[in-house]
């Protein structure tokens, strides 16, 4: 998967990089986020599989709200078996909406800090192992790279 990514372009295919995650690991929706200079929300640059009602809601999320914002204030990954069913309250209510099952949202890092996070879920219930934790890492690493190096470009 990561190996397919093109480093070298000055505009990532984010769309290509999202759907080549979601298909390693056998998910249907996807979402990746970049935080605002402040620190302080999350602006959706990515998408896939989020049902268009829910589009608004996912634009802009504050640091603490949700699972991607959870993981960003958190500096860790973010976990639900099955979002239909979150009984530790970290999910809006309107992420049951999506229909997914398991999710997980990690935090995408540069230089020590948040940058943005990415989020994968399947339509089933699904506990992610510790391995598919350190593989979904590895991709946000792999974004963090594409980020920054935009970053650089946009000067």
């Known amino acids: ?24 690991f056998g998910c249907q929706t996807g979402t990746l986020h970049r935080s605002t200079p402040d620190g302080r929300t999350l602006v959706l640059v990515c998408q ?4 268009a009602n ?13 699972i991607a914002g959870a993981a960003a204030e958190r500096e860790q990954p973010v976990t639900l078996c099955n979002l239909q069913q979150d009984l530790e309250g970290v999910a809006r209510p309107d992420a049951r909406a999506s229909g997914v099952g398991g999710s997980i949202a990690v935090p995408v890092f540069a230089r020590g800090k948040v940058i943005g996070t990415l989020g994968i879920g399947m339509a089933a219930a699904h506990e992610f192992s510790a ?13 963090a790279e594409l980020l920054e190096n935009k970053a650089a470009c946009d000067g």
């Open 54 to 66: 829910l589009i608004d809601r996912i634009s802009s999320i504050p640091y603490g709200k949700g």
């Open 131 to 143: 391995i598919e934790r350190q593989k979904i890492e590895a991709a946000a690493r792999k974004i």
């Open 48 to 51: 896939i599989g989020i049902p």
């Open 1 to 24: 998967m990561l190996e397919a990514w093109h480093m070298n372009h000055a505009t990532p295919d984010w769309s290509a990089i999202l759907r080549a995650i979601l298909a390693d």
